[in-house]
């Protein structure tokens, strides 16, 4: 069975980085759309970003030109990339895979209980 697993989370002061990874094990080599998703406290989950099976991206507004997510060779590993770090950006980041030809847009306006794999998540804590 296909599980995915966080790692990279932790605390930094603002304009700091972190590289968050999500190890998909189990992967058989099928298309799919990973995407991380983020939840703050008190408030609702957020799509972040997304890449799709032809390595397109797609970002929130909020997070343009700060965090980048990639994948590695073997489509095994989701990064996301996190730059210049503000105290909004603390919470909860959660990877996700959806098995197919998603748009990495799609990917991301579709819900993260919409996604076939989800992670348990990685906390993220931004000090001003």
């Known amino acids: 069975e296909v599980t995915l697993t966080e790692s990279g989370g932790g605390s930094v002061q603002a304009g700091g980085s972190l590289r968050l990874s999500c190890s998909i094990s189990?992967?058989?080599?099928?298309?799919?759309?990973g995407a991380w998703f983020r939840q703050a406290p008190g408030k609702e989950v957020e799509g972040v970003a997304a890449?799709?099976?032809?390595?397109?991206?797609t970002y929130v507004d909020s997070v343009k030109g700060r965090f980048t997510v990639s994948q590695d060779n073997a489509k095994s590993i989701l990064y996301l990339e996190m730059n210049n770090l503000n105290p909004e950006d603390t919470a909860t980041y959660y990877c996700?895979?959806?098995?197919?030809?998603?748009?990495?847009?799609?990917?991301?306006?579709?819900?993260?209980?919409?996604?076939?794999?989800r992670g348990q998540g990685t906390h993220v804590t931004v000090s001003p």
């Open positions: 996700a895979v959806a098995l197919g030809h998603l748009s990495a847009t799609y990917g991301l306006l579709i819900g993260l209980n919409e996604h076939h794999y």
């Open positions: 189990e992967y058989n080599y099928s298309p799919y759309c």
């Open positions: 890449i799709d099976s032809s390595g397109n991206t």
